[in-house]
């Protein structure tokens, strides 16, 4: 993890969590273990819980997803927040895992990815994708997500050292109340897509 990210995460936090007050939130942060640092501690109060998710087991996971695009063991509208940062560029189909977000969060809640739009090939196991703004911003609308604000530090000034090469992407979004028609339509995506996940052995 570089220090940008860390920075934008926290931002998040700031900004979207601490005008709640006391309401308890539940928060799930996907691609969580500890590689030269984690996401935990900015979400460490009283009043919140926070569980790290990954693929294996390690450093800060406490919950284990032997899928990536099928989270059998994660209950329908479960979180208040999701949350994943420097993940989705390692994520061969990640549109399978928004879908996934997009379940699991409750309705009224906020999900926040970061991931860079630019930077050298990093690869933990792989590494496949960059996002600008465009493209985050038609990721939340197939899963049917409400966008909230999409920024890319572009700008050297806002790097505190060599993180300026990731030029991160940050999208923040809330899981929208749909009308009976459009639930279903976004639940029969999700099915298909979790279908097509375990047809096609996706890992």
């Not at 942060?29 to 390690?58: L, R």
């Not at 994708?129 to 966008?147: C, H, I, M, N, T």
């Amino acid at each position: 993890m570089h220090l940008s990210s860390y920075k934008n995460m926290q931002a998040f936090a700031e900004k979207y969590l601490l005008g709640l007050g006391d309401n308890r939130l539940e928060i799930l942060d996907i691609g969580s273990q500890d590689i030269n640092g984690s996401y935990k501690q900015i979400f460490e109060k009283a009043q919140w819980h926070y569980t790290g998710a990954d693929i294996a087991p390690g450093e800060n996971v406490d919950l284990i997803l032997k899928n990536m695009y099928n989270w059998g063991n994660i209950r329908s509208n479960s979180y208040d927040v999701v949350i994943s940062g420097q993940t989705f560029e390692h994520i061969e189909y990640f549109w399978f895992t928004i879908m996934e977000i997009s379940r699991i969060l409750k309705t009224g809640g906020l999900c926040c990815i970061i991931a860079p739009s630019s930077g050298d090939e990093h690869k933990y196991p792989v590494d496949c994708w960059r996002f600008y703004p465009d493209g985050f911003k038609s990721l939340a609308e197939y899963a049917g997500l409400q966008v909230i604000t999409i920024y890319t530090q572009w700008s050297k000034e806002l790097y505190p050292d060599y993180d300026s090469m990731w030029k991160d992407t940050v999208l923040i979004c809330r899981k929208r109340q749909l009308m009976f028609a459009k639930r279903l339509k976004l639940y029969l995506k999700n099915r298909l897509s979790t279908l097509l996940a375990i047809h096609f052995d996706l890992k």
